[in-house]
């Protein structure tokens, strides 16, 4: 699948307010170093990171996405009834039925009656969801718009695996955006699917394909990944897709960047 967005023009969009929430329960690579049996500075070498966050084994990823969009709506002073729209995006839903949105917003204590849905496309949710988000501002649709990823990936963490287990932690973020002036917006943006990889990161468990009156294993509800296969094919399509951006009408030497960010939790 192929879905781009080309125009001479911005597509208008606007980030009027962020928020972050993390759960109290630092973890230091020393302390994985001892839980998993391996010399002081192995795990930090290893993964490159200092320290990440887990939450506790009754915590909330609802009361964590609240936490986010409180901090972002007290942060600007953002009415809480101006939102009428919000949007999961987070990897992994809280649970299967009902969409993790309505529980946000039941922990958020939003007004009764405002809309919120889902938008599953694991790591990439957040900027399916600005693009989506973008889409319903200027088509008038909505005004105001909250966008909360909040994951508990601690949950999901195969130990055994030490290509994403020491480098995932937990937490939330959340976006407010308008369609703003124009003078901001979505640049070009391009995505696309290549199912043949569907088995290359996954957890198997939480849908229909594991059937608990079959039989389940603790290991289908663990994050499992082919982390080298996954780059292969991935570095095998960046070339294709830089081609495709080239052509759509979009000039990167216009335009100032902080930061480009390409995401894999492992080591590959």
Known sequence: MTAPYS??????????ATGAALPPGRV????????LNKPAGYVEKRSGVLYRFHAALDASQAELAAQALQDALTKNQIPVDSIDLLISASAVPMQALPCTAALILKAAHLPSGTPGFDINSSCVGFITALQVAAGLLNAGIYKRIAIVSADLVSRGIDWDDEESSLILGDGAACAIVERGDGSSGILSSLAETYPQGSDLCEIQAGGTRRNPRAGMTDQ????????????RQAA?????????????????????????????????
């Open 236 to 268: 095998a399509l960046i070339e294709g897709y830089r081609a495709i951006t080239r052509k759509k009408r979009f000039d990167a030497g216009r335009y100032r960047y902080r930061r480009a960010s390409p995401s894999q939790p492992s080591f590959a």
């Open 220 to 231: 289908d509800f663990l994050f499992h990944m082919k982390g080298k296969q996954l780059f």
């Open 7 to 16: 125009s001479t023009a911005l597509l208008p969009l606007k980030i009027i």
């Open 28 to 35: 230091d690579s020393s302390a994985l170093d001892a839980l």
